[in-house]
Nanobody
């Protein structure tokens, strides 16, 4: 497994979770990294992505102001801090990375057009 995602779980509405995505084989500091999610019966969507060189961040409109993507180059780990969780945020969350040179917003919306490496999913459940 090149990307290891963790941090999912059950949380009440309004609660917080921090997802982590680590790799022992890939350099997550220089490449595009992102978080995607897929809820049952829905298509996968890009939640947040961050550029490699420029570090520019993209957020899905529905998570702006609530979610924050970041990375720790020393730990070679990417995080997604999720605050103010809503039931509609419930999904399996996947982290991914690509060495393709693309704007973060473009990759987040069209990851299938890149040579992306995907991690396994981590389940986020938001329920009271």
């Amino acid at each position: 497994v090149q990307l290891q995602a963790s941090g999912g779980g059950l949380v009440q509405p309004g609660g917080s979770l921090r997802l982590s995505c680590a790799s022992s084989t890939l350099n997550l500091d220089d490449d595009l990294v992102g978080w995607f999610r897929q809820a049952p019966g829905k298509e996968r969507e890009g939640v947040s992505c961050m550029g490699g060189n420029d570090g520019r961040k993209y957020y899905l409109d529905s998570v702006k102001g609530r979610f924050t993507i970041s990375r720790d180059k020393f730990k070679n780990t990417v995080y997604l801090q999720m605050n103010g969780l809503k039931p509609e945020d419930a999904a399996v969350y996947y982290c991914a990375t690509t060495s393709d040179v693309l704007p973060a917003y473009l990759w987040c919306n069209l990851p299938q057009r890149s040579n992306a490496v995907w991690g396994q999913g981590t389940l986020v459940t938001v329920s009271s």
